[in-house]
């Protein structure tokens, strides 16, 4: 059953919107943090919204029936990896401040989302190893852009321990490359049809 949900263009119509408009929010979202990045970093920033961008693309070629590889592959990386450390990061502020904001429970909600819809379509992605290897540097160059020149996400409660997110985020990487690799690669997949 959920096969055929996840396939009906109505369904598939309203998750493109979604991601559409959760996208365009995330970019929002960013705005302040992206007003004081340097150009040359200014693509590696969004991490969440650049990620359901990539998602966003993979649905609205599902809708025609065709496959993006390399945008499914960085799409089912790092939706997962971005909407995993989205929760843990929120979770952990809640921890720490003994408070979290309607935004951060809002963000909770919409991340976990985020990372189980990214893998919901991977029997549908047509991945392959070189896909995979190419989103996995994009992935790991990504958290040398946020650790090692300090463009990650602004979380001010947590910045005592950044040292410490930087080397769970690394591993969290290497974590979502390897179920999408899992997933999709070492497993059969179907077209999109």
Known sequence: MLHYILRDKFFLILLFLINLFGTIYGYIWYKFQLAITPDIFLIFVPDSPTASLFFTIVLFFFLFKKNVPYIEALAVI????????????????????????????????????????????APYYRIKLRHIAVAAIWTLHNDIIDYVFGMMPVYASLSEYMNEIGYFTFWLSVFSIFIAYLLTVKSKKRQFL
């Open 78 to 121: 790092t939706m997962f990896k971005y909407g995993v450390w989205a929760v843990v990061m929120n979770i952990f502020t809640l921890i720490e401040t003994g408070s979290l904001g309607w935004q951060g429970y809002m963000l909770i909600a919409s991340h976990g989302a985020m990372a189980i819809q990214g893998l919901l379509y």
